[in-house]
């Protein structure tokens, strides 16, 4: 019988082939300037649909992979027979509903479609808001037939469980989830099975640190790595415990994979793929140059026992936990990436707010939110070193966010309290009170995790008391004191 690539079903009607093929390796392969001929590359691209790998993932920062891609969409007989899956990642900083739809059009036009399949969106700072109004001009913009699905990129549970209680419709996230970085473990796949939505999970084979081609060898440098993945992912072994237990883990996947007869890149990704709310993993593939396609085939053929499980388990148990939750390498030290921090990503990071200084020295933020203009007050101020937030709500806008969920709405409050920090020159580490008012105090118990999760490090003084608040949307509100470090 013939081998059959198995399928997932992301939302009713739209299926994709659960191996996606990643093409972030051709920006590697044009970082010296020279495209690739669309013609050429979208050529080979021919032979994955030919295995039943009909599903390719791209962003507009991969180099011409848009254009590549909708040039072979375009030349199939039956251009439905494929999935073709984006990324939008803004420039840090304010961007407007006409930014959102500049960015839509362009990437239509490089694809040569009327509708993107799944556009999936990625945030660089959640403290500020602007990210939230750029999914709801998303979600307009799939209203209006322009995009087929919303999905996230690196987005972490907390921020996911936000956008999934704000009336925001959203069907994935996609984040690193390996042999290597387990953090999806802990919250994310819970979450998402709750939600019943799918994770996409990349960096299965760590940029082909998870095969043969590294067993038994000398430890390499990350900067000496030979591209940009493995220079990434040689920071995550870095994390993991070294190369010590790296090679530890090598050994346990190369002996289970001797015992099926398959490779070491197959016992990585089957682990991956049977984990409960994984969607599909996405293998990247330098076109006409490395494709792996009988390799990544033979994943069908055969499944893990509970004895090879139980020894993948065992070796992870010996590895360092990556620090945070997923995404957190783009946003917060340490900086898993190729190059260490943001810098190869970002120029600058713009503040969320901007400051007002007055007379007296005093410098105020103003939030925007309806209850400022009301009553007359700001959302926080400074004076010297130390900073006074007001009590605030989760409230962007006009707009309440986070729905029903305490743990929701509590996150987003403490967003807007880090970008009124940001802008005032602090940070979340300068808190030294927080006091949450409930409006029901049997929500006393996910709000204190929440706040668990976010001032764990920090440590503040706080209060929780039970309090009727001012509109019904509202299940929290939290006022803080700051003081800056010398």
Known sequence: MATTVERCELAPGFSISRVLTGLWQIADMERDGNSLDPEAAAAQMQPYLDQGFSTFDMADHYGSAEIIAGTFRRGLENPEDVQLLTKWVPTPGEVTRADVHQAV???????????????QFHAWNYADPNWLDCLYWLQELKSDGKIRHLGL?????AHLRIVLNSGIDVVSNQVCFSL????????????CEEFGIKVLAFGTVAGGLLTERWLGKSEVAADDMFTW?????KRFIDNAGGWDVYQNLLETVHKIADSHNVSMANVACRYILD????????????????????????????????ASRASLDAALAEMQTIPGDCGDEYRKPPFLTASGDLSHHLSEMPLPYEAQESADGRMRILSGTKWESLAGFCRAVRRGKRIWISGTT????????GGKDPAAQFHFIVDKVEGALQSLGSSLNDVVRTRIFVKQIDDW?????????????VIPANTLVQADLVGDEYLVEMEVDAVIAE
């Not at 989760?394 to 966010?401: D, E, F, K, P």
């Open 275 to 306: 984990q409960p709310g994984v969607g599909g993993i996405i293998i990247g593939a330098r076109l006409g140059a490395s494709e792996h396609l009988a390799d990544n085939m033979r994943l069908f053929e055969f499944s893990l026992d509970g």
């Open 394 to 401: 989760a409230t962007h806008g006009t707009r309440a966010i």
């Open 180 to 191: 290597l970085d387990q953090r999806a473990k802990t919250q994310m796949l819970p979450l």
């Open 445 to 457: 118990e996910p709000i204190a995790r929440a706040h668990g999760e976010r001032f764990r490090d």
């Open 105 to 119: 059009d362009r990437a239509l036009e490089r694809l040569q479609v009327s509708t993107i399949d799944l556009l």
């Open 153 to 157: 990129t690196n987005f972490d549970t």
């Open 229 to 233: 993945s493995q220079m990434k992912y």
